[in-house]
């Protein structure tokens, strides 16, 4: 199956503590979304690239959060000094340019700050 | 900005009997429209989407939705409901005007009762 995939699917750690999740969406799509859930809530939107080029960032997306796609391939989510509101499903999604495609999501890495 | 609402956050229907999970947007532009589907520790699976044309929208697993600007609605649904279609179910829109990100609305748990 040639889907989205994300790892790890699960990380705790401590409060303090940096984590850096991994995305490798779909081969053909050239965009890549972030995306964070809590529970209850449906996916909030953090930042997407298209290429290698990062073009928009959510305001929920604080000085601690980065996102990268070096070669436009695989993208990677670090969060820094990671906090317990911090806890939360972290969504990878890739596309297809354009509006008319729509997002296929991968099964998100969940997340626990203790 | 774009935002959608799904007003019901459990919907309950005996199998067999004929489904639906609301749903109304507001863009500032023309609305692609989209429903997702979210099973237990999964990610968000592409149901169907609304980009233009006939209002009727057919997607995955029997699914449908209908599109309807003068009530700014997309409702979701199906003739005859199964078991397995138990999930949460989520709406979302991208504003036409050239935005990227999904806005999704806060889920509808759909539980099908044998």
């Known amino acids: 199956d040639t889907g989205v995939s994300q790892n790890p699917r699960h990380k705790i750690t401590k409060r303090g503590q940096n984590v850096t999740f991994r995305c490798d969406p779909i081969?053909?799509?050239?965009?890549l979304y972030w995306y964070r859930q809590t529970l209850g809530q449906g996916p909030e939107f953090l930042t997407y690239?298209?290429?290698?080029?990062?073009?928009?960032k959510s305001r929920l997306l604080s000085d601690r959060f980065s996102a990268e796609r070096p070669k436009g391939s695989f993208s990677t989510l670090e969060i820094q000094r990671t906090e317990q509101g911090d806890s939360a499903m972290y969504l990878c999604?890739?596309?297809?340019?354009?509006?008319?495609?729509?997002?296929?999501f991968g099964p998100g890495t969940r997340l626990t700050v203790t | 900005a774009q935002s959608v609402a799904q007003p019901e956050d459990q919907v309950n229907v005996a199998e067999g009997n004929p489904l639906t999970v609301k749903c109304t947007y507001s863009v500032s532009g023309n609305p692609y429209l989209f429903w997702y589907v979210q099973y237990p520790n999964r990610g968000l699976q592409f149901l169907l989407k609304?980009?233009?044309?006939?209002?009727l929208v057919k997607g995955s697993y029997g699914f449908e939705a209908e599109f309807n600007k003068s009530q700014t609605s997309f409702h979701l649904k199906k003739p005859s409901a199964l078991v397995s279609d138990s999930a949460l179910y989520f709406c979302?829109?991208?504003?036409?005007?050239?935005?990227?990100?999904?806005?999704f609305g806060q889920g509808t748990r759909l539980t099908i009762n044998p």
């Open positions: 999604a890739s596309s297809s340019s354009g509006v008319l495609y729509e997002q296929y």
């Open positions: 690239f298209q290429n290698e080029a990062q073009l928009e």
């Open positions: 609304y980009i233009t044309g006939d209002n």
């Open positions: 979302a829109v991208r504003d036409g005007q050239g935005a990227q990100k999904l806005v």
């Open positions: 081969s053909e799509h050239n965009r």
